[in-house]
């Protein structure tokens, strides 16, 4: 299901633990690079910038070629068929380089992935263009045609950001389907925003505590942060109060309040404090920072609608707070979760390290407990 090499994916998530242990003084550099020689992967992982370079000299490639076949062939004639089978070429030549010259997140696997699939969006668009009445009523049916691509290169190249775009058409069809119920479904769509993210949640919670999904982690991490975020943006109060007068045209006066308002309030309110007592319990840095961000968020919600003064006050108070919980959380930071080690394969990870770091040293020269063989620590045969 993965067209990237497990066993150097293995290796990596491998050396990433035993880089941790060496940087909190759990084993030295010896059998660091010991480690990283014998599990380290053999992908070319460019840094940051260079990556983004051959990023764009990617997409620039891949233009120009389809600006080229267009001039030759002609702009106008056939132009869904072309587009559709630039798209199938792009993946080929993606599944082909990743095979041969084993890239991962190199720049230009993440480049051709998006044209592949930015061009297969293009030809939904010309395809069904005709056929619709209203083009724009009907974007949720070329949301929900494109969705299973989505998925499908979220599995099989392990991408985030593609993951975070397909939770985003799901959500878009979602809305789509509940405005075409009338009002009744509109007046719900907050609660069942709020459901439906909360069960994405519960699904990639769940998911990414099997071994066999831990290539997966951060496609996972993604899901549950951002089901996280849908489910209090869905309970905020100015979110809740903006979209019941554009949907349901409501008039409401300076002033005024929606139905159950103060649960809104409530929940407005509580969403940083949750986030930051879980990310406290779960020792989740992931939602330590988005706590933080709703507390910013909510801080600025009850501002939009309460007066506490001049703006700069209650950033003031929302930014000081913010720091004080980061610096209080701050002795919490080292002992946060890592997002890619899911609860099986991290013990195996670390229980091969363990052999690999106390089997070097047991077998030092000159290095012994006292009695017994094999570098251990027992009783000789004289008391």
């Not at 002609?74 to 068929?81: L, P, Q, R």
Request: hydrophobic share 55%; proline share 3%; charged share 15%.
């Amino acid at each position: 299901m993965i067209i990237y090499n497990k066993s150097a994916l293995d290796g990596i998530i491998i050396v990433e633990k035993a880089r941790k242990w060496k940087k909190e003084i759990l084993i030295d550099d010896a059998i660091l690079s010991e480690i990283e020689g014998k599990y380290g992967h053999k992908l070319f992982m460019p840094n940051i910038f260079v990556r983004a370079g051959l990023f764009l000299l990617t997409i620039l490639i891949a233009s120009s070629s389809f600006g080229l076949i267009s001039l030759f062939t002609g702009f106008d004639s056939g132009i869904e068929i072309k587009t559709i089978l630039f798209a199938i070429l792009c993946v080929f030549v993606l599944n082909q380089i990743i095979k041969s010259r084993n890239i991962y997140k190199a720049g230009i696997d993440d480049a051709l992935l998006y044209i592949g699939l930015s061009y297969i969006l293009g030809a939904q668009f010309i395809l069904l263009e005709p056929i619709m009445v209203s083009f724009y009523d009907n974007m949720w049916l070329i949301a929900l045609l494109f969705l299973p691509f989505l998925i499908a290169a979220s599995i099989l190249y392990l991408d985030v950001l593609i993951t975070l775009i397909a939770l985003g058409c799901l959500i878009f069809i979602f809305f789509s389907l509940i405005l075409k119920t009338g009002n009744n479904g509109k007046s719900l769509l907050p609660f069942l925003t709020a459901l439906l993210s909360g069960g994405i949640c519960f699904a990639a919670t769940k998911l990414s505590k099997r071994e066999p999904l831990r290539f997966w982690a951060g496609n996972f991490l993604v899901l549950r942060i951002a089901s996280w975020a849908l489910i209090a943006l869905s309970l905020n109060y100015f979110v809740v109060r903006e979209l019941s007068i554009a949907l349901l045209g409501n008039n409401l006066a300076e002033g005024e309040n929606i139905p159950f308002a103060f649960f809104f309030y409530v929940t407005t309110a509580l969403a940083p404090i949750i986030f930051l007592y879980l990310g406290w319990k779960n020792k989740d840095r992931w939602l330590f920072w988005l706590g933080m961000s709703f507390v910013i968020i909510s801080s600025l919600t009850f501002k939009y609608y309460f007066s506490f003064g001049p703006i700069e006050f209650p950033l003031m108070i929302s930014g000081v707070l913010a720091i004080l919980i980061a610096m209080i959380c701050l002795k919490f930071e080292k002992k946060m979760k890592r997002p890619n080690e899911t609860s099986e394969f991290k013990e195996q990870s670390e229980a091969l390290l363990t052999a690999e770091v106390f089997g070097q040293k047991s077998t030092q020269e000159g290095f012994k407990y006292g009695g017994g063989d094999f570098g251990g620590g027992g009783a000789g045969g004289n008391f």
